[in-house]
T-cell receptor, first 112, second 114 residues
Framework: TAGITQAPTSQILAAGRSMTLRCTQD?????MYWYRQDLGLGLRLIHY???????GKGEVPDGYSVSRANTDDFPLTLASAVPSQTSVYFC???????????FGDGTRLSIL | AQSVTQLGSHVSVSEGALVLLRCNYS??????LFWYVQYPNQGLQLLLK??????LVKGINGFEAEFKKSETSFHLTKPSAHMSDAAEYFC????????????FGAGTRLAVHP
């Protein structure tokens, strides 16, 4: 079915290692987002991209970077993972304007 | 800055009972509001959205929400709970300073017991 694909579904990573979380959408949405979900905090925006070639910082960007080389892909990179980055990461996309965001199934990441 | 408050991190109801999940927002202008549902090990699915049209919004699975500007609220209701409604529910408000950026509440976990 059409939508957002995230990979991997889960990962255990040693502190200090780098990791790229992949996100691909097939809806041709211009806007894409990365969130982290932590118990009691809901979802917090890490980075976003309004269109291919542009990115912006969200609420909690430190320790993360993104790129948007094309419309479909929006990878999230942890350059040097720390235990506080243990979380569930969700990628989302939306059409322009006030349209709802569509979410992937998430990547569960544990940093040891 | 806009924020969203969901009152009650856990709500428990009996099957067939009324479901009421509370959401209050802070905004100087009427925002765009959304309710999402998350089932275990899944992403968020849109239940309904308010975009300044009718104040009573109907969504999927029998849920509805009413926008009340005077109370800055957007509570989610369902007349009769079903076991399959057990999930976590998130209220979200569109961030006024950016392009379609959402601010999420902390979530309310709904339990439905027989």
């Amino acid at each position: 079915t059409a939508g957002i694909t995230q990979a991997p579904t889960s990962q255990i990573l040693a502190a200090g290692r780098s990791m790229t979380l992949r996100c691909t959408q097939d809806m041709r949405h211009n806007a894409m987002y990365w969130y982290r979900q932590d118990l009691g905090l809901g979802l917090r925006l890490i980075h976003y991209s309004n269109t291919a070639g542009t990115t912006g910082k969200g609420e909690v960007p430190d320790g993360y970077s993104v790129s948007r080389a094309n419309t479909d892909d929006f990878p999230l990179t942890l350059a040097s993972a720390v235990p506080s980055q243990t979380s569930v990461y969700f990628c989302a996309s939306s059409e322009e304007g006030n349209q709802p965001q569509h979410f992937g199934d998430g990547t569960r990441l544990s940093i040891l | 800055a806009q924020s969203v408050t969901q009152l009650g991190s856990h709500v428990s109801v009996s099957e067939g009972a009324l479901v009421l999940l509370r959401c209050n927002y802070s905004s100087s202008v009427p925002p765009y509001l959304f309710w999402y549902v998350q089932y275990p090990n899944q992403g968020l699915q849109l239940l309904l959205k308010y975009t300044s049209a009718a104040t009573l919004v109907k969504g999927i699975n029998g849920f509805e929400a009413e926008f009340k500007k005077s109370e800055t609220s957007f509570h989610l209701t369902k007349p009769s709970a079903h076991m399959s409604d057990a999930a976590e529910y998130f209220c979200a408000v569109r961030y006024s300073g950016g392009y379609n950026k959402l601010i999420f509440g902390a979530g309310t976990r709904l339990a439905v017991h027989p």
